[in-house]
């Protein structure tokens, strides 16, 4: 079946770090890019990272940018996100999209379920 | 930054009505790099349309994607009680960004 799997989200305080994990199945990363995207609470839809289906080229909205780290293993079939310095406003359900399109040029045809970032102390 | 304004915010119709959402780009989207997700609660976004007019594998054909440059539209012929969604428009033709979504009520 072809799915992607979130997991990580928890209760974490400012400042702190997390690693997420998306397992991915039924296709091979070798062939698509990876994405997250979050969601704030009541909110909409906002980009966070993309990695390429080489896994060479990354990419980061600013509000991230220096703070997160987008990787991958291709062997295990993961794809990860790690956080640093961990403000309020990360606060959000994180979704693992499967990247489709054109090089850097990419829409979202599959999503997880997502998992949910709280930042609070 | 390519910032994406749908409207309306809210749009109350019923079964059997069409559907018409509005998603306006504060510049030209490149070669027309929009998608439209569908969400409903709880519920992870599903892919409809992208390249602004092709539909996604599985979709079913009263959903229509139209427009260029920096006005788009999602069109549902004919609403059927699982379409009462949250519709969110993307681009990708400049980085990525998303509308702040239209909620398609009954």
């Known amino acids: 079946e072809v799915q992607l799997v979130e997991s990580g989200g928890e209760l974490v305080q400012p400042g702190g770090s997390l690693r997420l994990s998306c397992a991915a199945s039924?296709?091979?990363?070798?062939?698509?890019?990876m994405s997250w995207v979050r969601q704030a609470p009541g909110k909409g839809l906002e980009w966070v990272s993309v990695?390429?289906?080489?896994?060479?080229?990354?990419y980061y909205a600013d509000s991230v940018k220096g703070r997160f780290i987008i990787s991958r293993d291709t062997s295990k079939k993961m794809v990860y996100l790690q956080m640093t310095s961990l403000r309020a406003e990360d606060t959000a359900i994180y979704y693992c999209?499967?990247?489709?399109?054109?090089?850097?040029?990419?829409?979202?045809?599959?999503w997880g379920r997502g998992t949910l970032v709280t930042v609070s102390s | 930054e390519i910032v994406l304004t749908q409207s309306p915010g809210t749009l109350s119709l019923s079964p059997g009505d069409r559907a018409t959402l509005s998603c306006r780009a504060s510049?030209?989207?490149?070669?027309?790099?929009l998608a439209w997700y569908q969400q409903k609660p709880g519920r992870s976004p599903r892919l409809l349309i992208f390249?602004?007019?092709s539909r996604a594998t599985g979709i079913p054909d009263r959903f229509s994607g139209s427009g260029s440059g920096t006005d788009f539209t999602l069109t549902i012929s004919r609403l059927e009680r699982e379409d009462f969604a949250v519709y969110y428009c993307?681009?990708?033709?400049?980085?990525?960004?998303f509308g702040q979504g239209t909620n398609l009520e009954i």
């Open positions: 999209a499967r990247t489709n399109g054109y090089y850097f040029h990419w829409y979202f045809d599959l």
């Open positions: 039924g296709f091979s990363l070798n062939d698509n890019g």
């Open positions: 990695i390429s289906a080489g896994g060479i080229s990354t």
């Open positions: 510049q030209t989207v490149r070669s027309n790099y």
């Open positions: 390249d602004a007019s």
């Open positions: 993307q681009q990708y033709g400049s980085s990525y960004t």
